[in-house]
């Protein structure tokens, strides 16, 4: 099978350019086709001599995932379901936001970390994504903005889609440094936000890496109900985890995202909110409420509105910056994993299962 080309950096894209006798320029240029205008195939390539095209096409592959399933919401959020190469499905969702877009991606085909309240979990974990299928994400976005006339840009990307990021580590950081590259997508690195359910060791990594915007999947304000909720507490106790949090540098002194899901009659009363409270009261943190989103194979349920707004109220009270991720009253199947399940089902769960827009949390605006 020939390579993608989308898995590879402007110095590698330089450099086999290079081995088929071109100028060091040719690389840019194709880069710019691939990257900027978001190019499907190389006869796109317009300022390039036919017969190179040629042999590129010969050599690389430019193919994108299918687009097998889109689901759309009266404000625009729009969730696509992506086949890949071996028929593999996986999500992202595209927010519309006052004056951008944020494109949430997905990592991983399923996920490995068994968290109760995620429905990417009851799946398990199948794959790591490569390189190419991260950025194939943002590409496919940016041509659908296109193709929609959409004027707003695609600004920020969220990792928050399927899979831990931080278990795909080194080509989670290959395609930060790809979005990053002002001579390619260009995205401001302030603008790409990594969330993770808390993998210590690699949150020093990235710090030492690639320091992002950072989202931190908290959903609990004590051990031994993370433990409960999310396995991986059970390997990283809140003292590590929160001190590897403090040393995360911060990105032009923004502050760093906590996660958490409010699940009726588990971590949604005003002691749970007071020990979270004593957790971050010295911290420049933002925390993001985001109110359990139903489905019929979770065991949970959303707590009532007061109850949400009373948990809110609770930590403004004690002068932390806390939102609540907005519902957009839309019938996708936007919650983690939803989607794909939706697909893998045949469409066999109803829209009824409660579908909200997610992955509001995390940028940094
Ligand atoms: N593994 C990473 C990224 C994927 S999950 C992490 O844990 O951060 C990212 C987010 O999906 C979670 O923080 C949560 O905001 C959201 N999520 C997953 N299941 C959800 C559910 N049932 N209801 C609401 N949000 C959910």
Not at 48 to 62: G, N, Q, T
Not at 95 to 116: K, M, N, W, Y
Not at 152 to 177: C, S, T
Not at 209 to 217: E, M, Q, V, Y
């Amino acid at each position: 099978m020939k390579p993608n080309l989308r898995n590879f950096d402007l110095e590698e894209i330089r450099n086999f350019l290079k081995d088929l006798g071109e100028p060091p320029y040719r690389g840019d240029q194709v880069y710019h086709w691939i990257t900027c205008k978001a190019a499907i195939s190389f006869d796109e390539m317009s300022n390039l001599p036919k017969i190179l095209r040629e042999k590129l096409d010969k050599a690389f592959s430019l193919s994108l995932p299918e687009l097998v399933e889109l689901q759309r919401d009266e404000e625009g959020t729009t969730k696509f379901a992506l086949k890949l190469e071996d028929g593999e499905i996986i999500e992202s969702v595209l927010i519309p936001e006052r004056d951008h877009f944020t494109l949430c991606v997905s990592t991983q085909v399923g996920c490995a970390l068994g968290c109760t309240f995620c429905l990417t979990a009851k799946s398990g974990f199948k794959r790591n994504l490569k390189v190419y299928e991260i950025i194939s994400q943002v590409v496919l976005a940016k041509r659908y903005l296109k193709e929609k006339g959409e004027e707003l840009p695609l600004r920020n990307i969220v990792f928050m889609g399927m899979g831990e990021p931080l278990a795909n580590y080194k080509n989670l950081v290959k395609a930060l440094k790809i979005l990053e590259d002002k001579r390619g997508f260009n995205f401001s690195r302030k603008r790409l936000t990594v969330s993770t359910a808390g993998l210590v060791e690699k949150m020093y990594e990235l710090a030492k890496d690639f320091p992002t915007a950072l989202a931190l999947s908290l959903h609990a304000p004590n051990d031994e109900l993370r433990k409960k909720l999310m396995p991986i507490a059970k390997k990283y106790p809140l003292k590590v985890l929160i001190k590897a949090l403090k040393d995360f540098p911060r990105v032009k002194n923004g502050r760093h995202t906590i996660e958490y899901i409010l699940i009726k009659n588990i971590n949604d009363s005003l002691i749970h909110a007071k020990e979270l409270a004593n957790l971050f009261k010295k911290m420049p943190v933002k925390i993001n409420l985001i109110p359990f989103n139903p489905h019929p194979e979770l065991p949970y349920e959303r707590p009532e509105e007061e109850r949400i707004l009373a948990f809110q109220k609770y930590l403004l009270s004690q002068g932390i910056l806390t939102t609540i991720r907005k519902s957009k009253g839309l019938k996708i199947s936007a919650a983690c994993g939803q989607l794909r399940r939706r697909v893998l089902n045949h469409f066999s769960i109803p829209n009824s299962c409660d579908l909200k827009a997610t992955i509001r949390a995390g940028t940094i605006s």
